[in-house]
């Protein structure tokens, strides 16, 4: 085996990756393909860019990035020490001078003895895994090159284009007062069954999908909030490559005001159980996790902006105290199927010598890439030594992230960190902040406690 371990990517998760590598006393040969090559979004010569919102996130304890970032502070994250050192007026976010962290991670990274840094484009992964271990970290938006040899050592036909997804809520804040479990067409009233018996039926329906159904006025002016609301600008290659397979729903509403009644929330096969009478129109949420504990509303893909989809989602009848774990994005974004290639240390479940980092892995956004760098890097270390796993406890975000992206999910999309993927406390707690700040102290402790 060689004497080092190979990263390919430079980028957030990249960068880290190769940062812990050395700190544990192994070289790193670091592959960035910049500035030879350039994505359509990259412009910046230097390790580590931002290329969207200079924003990290949330610093408070209470949050789940806040915590997120706060477990990675006590493993020695580079990433996260560099933007605390950087960072700009934000309030109780932490935001970064984008230019002066990529700067800083870049000569960290170069005056360290053990990290040679290779400005080429890797193409092929298969020789690198057979001499040593590698960590795949390029991305999402991996090149072509690249795209098509993650596809052969997957067994991808393809990869995944994260085109767009619609928002995830959490079941506690829905209004049950108004929402309905089951299925299309076992929500109607059955002609020999009382009111009772019929209600008590859809109790103990399937949990998998919960309906949310609307009368006449309530649809019309969620529409003409929904066709007139803000969207996001796009890139003109993500225009490209988005619109050819999907639809927004906002598009779709579009067409015309029945359009969306006729499409995601047809109202046949349902009765609501307020009045016994098929409604106007009907929102499906679908279960998105194992724990029952998030939801996905059914084909509300959406290129809104988030206040936008906060506001106007918000008027949905049952979500209007609604508590949005993540928000529907649409861009391009190459992500693999995690959650049946690879185990919770990020690494390939059909090669030992191969992990992978960053959002190609499903993780959704800065400080969650940076997570999965310190994870695959640790254990590429153990790997190297011969030494166990390490598995990172669930409680924690570091861990949560971990076991959502390896939990087999046949509709596994990208996550970010949110308390809606981590084990629920021991006792129902009502109070939102209170029950956050447990759930934060028992994450950071779990950390503490597995310190390295």
Request: contains cysteine; proline residues 4%; negative net charge.
């Given at each position: 085996?060689k004497?080092?371990?190979?990263?390919?990517?430079?980028?957030?998760?990249?960068?880290?990756s190769?940062?812990?590598?050395?700190?544990?006393?192994i070289k790193?040969k670091?592959?960035?393909?910049?500035?030879?090559?350039y994505?359509?979004?990259?412009?910046?010569?230097?390790?580590?860019e931002?290329v969207c919102?200079?924003?990290?996130?949330s610093?408070?304890?209470?949050?789940?990035?806040?915590?997120?970032?706060?477990?990675l502070?006590?493993?020695?994250?580079?990433?996260?020490?560099?933007?605390?050192?950087?960072?700009?007026?934000?309030g109780?976010?932490l935001?970064?001078d984008?230019?002066?962290?990529?700067?800083?991670?870049t000569e960290?990274l170069?005056?360290?003895?053990?990290?040679e840094?290779?400005?080429e484009?890797?193409?092929?992964?298969?020789?690198?895994s057979?001499?040593?271990?590698?960590?795949?970290?390029t991305g999402?938006?991996?090149?072509?090159?690249?795209?098509?040899?993650?596809s052969?050592?997957?067994g991808?036909?393809k990869?995944?284009f994260?085109d767009?997804?619609?928002?995830?809520?959490?079941?506690?804040?829905?209004d049950?007062?108004i929402a309905?479990?089951?299925?299309?067409?076992?929500?109607?009233?059955?002609k020999q069954?009382?009111?009772e018996?019929?209600?008590?039926r859809?109790k103990e329906?399937?949990?998998s999908?919960i309906?949310l159904?609307?009368n006449?006025?309530?649809?019309?002016?969620?529409?003409?909030?929904?066709?007139?609301?803000?969207?996001v600008?796009l890139?003109?290659?993500?225009?490209?490559?988005?619109?050819?397979?999907?639809?927004?729903v906002?598009?779709?509403?579009?067409?015309?005001?029945?359009?969306l009644?006729?499409?995601?929330?047809?109202?046949?096969?349902?009765?609501?159980?307020?009045?016994?009478?098929?409604?106007?129109?009907?929102?499906q949420?679908r279960?998105?996790?194992?724990?029952g504990?998030?939801?996905?509303?059914?084909?509300f893909?959406t290129?809104l902006?988030?206040?936008?989809?906060?506001?106007?989602?918000s008027?949905?009848?049952?979500l209007?105290?609604?508590?949005?774990?993540?928000?529907?994005?649409?861009?391009?974004n190459?992500?693999?199927?995690?959650?049946?290639?690879?185990?919770?240390?990020?690494?390939?479940k059909?090669?030992?010598?191969?992990?992978?980092?960053?959002?190609?892995?499903?993780v959704e956004?800065?400080?969650?890439?940076i997570s999965?760098?310190?994870v695959?890097?640790?254990?590429?270390?153990?790997?190297?030594r011969?030494?166990?796993k390490?598995?990172?406890?669930?409680?924690?975000?570091i861990?949560?992230?971990?076991?959502?992206?390896?939990?087999?999910n046949?509709r596994?999309?990208?996550?970010?960190a949110?308390?809606?993927?981590?084990?629920?406390?021991?006792?129902?707690?009502k109070?939102?902040?209170?029950?956050y700040?447990?759930?934060?102290?028992?994450g950071l402790?779990?950390?503490?406690?597995?310190?390295?």
């Open positions: 085996m004497d080092y371990i190979t990263v390919i990517g430079g980028g957030l998760a990249g960068s880290e190769a940062y812990q590598i050395a700190k544990r006393g790193v670091l592959y960035e393909m910049k500035p030879i090559k994505s359509e979004a990259h412009s910046n010569k230097n390790l580590a931002i919102s200079n924003s990290f996130k610093n408070l304890h209470t949050n789940a990035c806040g915590l997120l970032k706060e477990e502070r006590e493993l020695d994250s580079l990433l996260i020490r560099i933007a605390d050192e950087t960072q700009v007026p934000a109780q976010a935001a970064v984008r230019e002066i962290f990529s700067q800083k991670v960290e170069e005056k360290n003895e053990l990290i840094i290779i400005h484009e890797v193409t092929d992964i298969e020789k690198i057979e001499e040593g271990i590698v960590i795949i970290a999402p938006l991996t090149s072509e090159g690249m795209a098509k040899e993650i052969k050592i997957t991808q036909d990869l995944y994260y767009a997804a619609a928002p995830i809520v959490t079941k506690e804040s829905i049950f007062n309905f479990y089951g299925n299309r067409y076992e929500q109607e009233k059955g069954e009382t009111e018996e019929w209600k008590n859809l329906q399937d949990a999908y309906n159904p609307m006449q006025e309530e649809y019309e002016k969620f529409y003409n909030e929904l066709v007139n609301a803000e969207v600008t890139h003109e290659f993500e225009k490209r490559e988005i619109f050819e397979g999907c639809m927004p906002e598009v779709m509403a579009k067409r015309g005001k029945d359009t009644r006729y499409g995601p929330l047809k109202p046949v096969g349902f009765d609501d159980p307020r009045t016994a009478k098929r409604p106007y129109a009907v929102v949420l279960q998105d996790n194992q724990q504990t998030i939801y996905n509303i059914v084909g893909q290129n902006k988030y206040g936008e989809q906060k506001r106007v989602f008027m949905i009848p049952g209007e105290k609604a508590e949005f774990v993540k928000y529907g994005v649409m861009h391009r190459t992500y693999i199927n995690s959650s049946k290639l690879l185990d919770n240390t990020y690494n390939l059909s090669n030992k010598n191969i992990y992978f980092a960053g959002q190609i892995t499903g956004g800065y400080v969650e890439s999965s760098g310190m695959a890097a640790i254990n590429a270390c153990g790997n190297y011969n030494e166990e390490i598995i990172f406890p669930e409680v924690s975000m861990g949560a992230l971990a076991k959502y992206i390896s939990t087999e046949d596994f999309q990208p996550m970010n949110n308390f809606g993927i981590v084990p629920e406390l021991e006792i129902k707690i109070d939102k902040k209170l029950k700040e447990k759930l934060a102290d028992r402790l779990a950390i503490k406690n597995k310190k390295m």
